[in-house]
């Protein structure tokens, strides 16, 4: 397949099974990325254990990466992959999020965002073809188009100029890539981008962007500010009046969600591609899932339980340790219960996608829905 091809190969309602070629290989969709936000997951978890507890996809942060160690070493050190060992299929988001949650002093512009950075305070301008810039730097298969993250709620009339303002950004972008990619000594000239949806709450803003984007004709396209605050009766009802003007040719990512519950509902409504980091903060916290609901191994009941986390699972950490090892390492403070505990996580989330592959496979996804939607989001 060539770079930059999605394959649909079998639908359930609005629900996908899909492939998704990229320079680093084959995505398997739906497909949740795990988040190594500065080129490694919190949680003292490397590329090579991602590899072994059925990773993807890496996210690694714009951003974050920009401001340490400088996407300039980054590149000089070969590129992220190479940087951080990590040979699979990798996303770069934007740095809008970040730029629009971190700064506490910002101006925007037609041409970017001037902030202060904050780890040091020092001024920083972004705009999409600095964004672009920088991702090209990183080498990541794919990269997300500069967006404005608006607040939710936001005005009427401010979200309809900001849509069209990102519209006109994600044009920049564009151009940018496409130049950069051209260019002899790029790190990865076979980096796609993905734009990204926005319009706050509002249905019609929602499917007049997705609208305007859909035109550009991009390698996939994103649904962000969701997750941000508003229920998730709201967010579902966002999926279902926008998604059917998404190209449907086209892989769709959810940005920022979610539970496992999320991800079955936004499977459900045809979303292919997702990420969160609340596998892995949960997981810091001593939250765990399991295919009964939510497990907190911080609990006294599991003092001197020799049971693995969940009977039957396979990752690192259950065919290893006790759950009284584990809770003994969390309530003592050691860093090794934050690497076990996110091991577990991650092996959860991954090996749910795959459930929910087969499920679509074999033509059962909506029992599959109803067995675990709800169930999965249950606390123990």
């Known amino acids: 397949m060539k770079v930059g091809t999605f394959e649909l190969m079998k639908t359930a309602g609005r629900a996908r099974r899909g492939q998704f070629q990229t320079a680093h290989g084959l995505v ?45 070493v980054v590149r000089q050190m070969g590129g992220l992959h190479r940087f951080m060992r990590w040979d699979g299929p990798m996303l770069t988001d934007s740095g809008g999020f970040q730029v629009f949650s971190l700064a506490s002093l910002r101006k925007i512009k037609e041409e970017g965002v001037t902030f202060h950075s904050h780890v040091d305070g020092r001024v920083i301008f972004m705009g999409p073809e600095e964004s672009m810039r920088i991702q090209s730097n990183l080498g990541s298969d794919i990269a ?34 496409a130049r950069l990619n051209a260019l002899p000594g790029t790190v990865n000239p076979q980096q796609l981008l993905f734009g990204i949806n926005q319009g706050g709450t509002f249905d019609d803003l929602r499917v007049k962007h997705m609208q305007e984007i859909a035109a550009l004709d991009l390698p996939g396209y994103a649904i962000g500010g969701l997750a941000v605050g508003e229920s998730t009766e709201t967010m579902y009802h966002i999926l279902d009046v926008v998604l059917p003007h998404a190209p449907e040719g086209k892989p769709r990512y ?29 997981a810091r916290h001593g939250h765990l899932y399991t295919w009964d609901g939510v497990m907190n191994i911080n609990n006294a009941k599991y003092q001197t339980d020799e ?9 690192p950490t259950c065919r290893r340790f006790s759950r009284a090892y584990v809770r003994h390492l969390m309530k003592s403070g050691e860093m090794l219960s934050q690497r076990l505990t996110v091991m ?17 496979e074999n033509d059962c996804f909506e029992e599959f829905r109803a067995q675990y939607s709800e169930r999965l989001s249950k606390r123990i």
């Open 28 to 72: 398997q969709t739906p497909v949740f990325m795990n988040v190594g936000t500065a080129g490694a997951i919190k949680g003292a978890v490397d590329a090579f254990d991602l590899k072994e507890l059925g990773c993807q996809v890496e996210l690694s942060n714009t951003y974050h990466l920009h401001v340490r160690p400088g996407d300039a």
């Open 144 to 177: 997300m188009a500069f967006d404005e993250c608006i607040e939710n709620p936001s005005p009427y009339d401010y979200v309809y100029e900001s849509i069209a303002r990102t519209t006109r950004w994600l044009e920049r972008c564009k151009a940018e890539l």
């Open 254 to 282: 959810l940005m920022g969600v979610g539970t496992p519950s999320n991800i079955i509902e936004g499977v459900a409504r045809g979303i292919d591609f997702f990420d969160c980091v609340m596998p892995t903060r949960n």
């Open 307 to 315: 049971r693995p986390i969940e009977e039957g699972c396979s990752c």
């Open 344 to 360: 577990h996580n991650l092996w959860f989330y991954n090996h749910l996608m795959e459930k929910i592959r087969e499920a679509l």
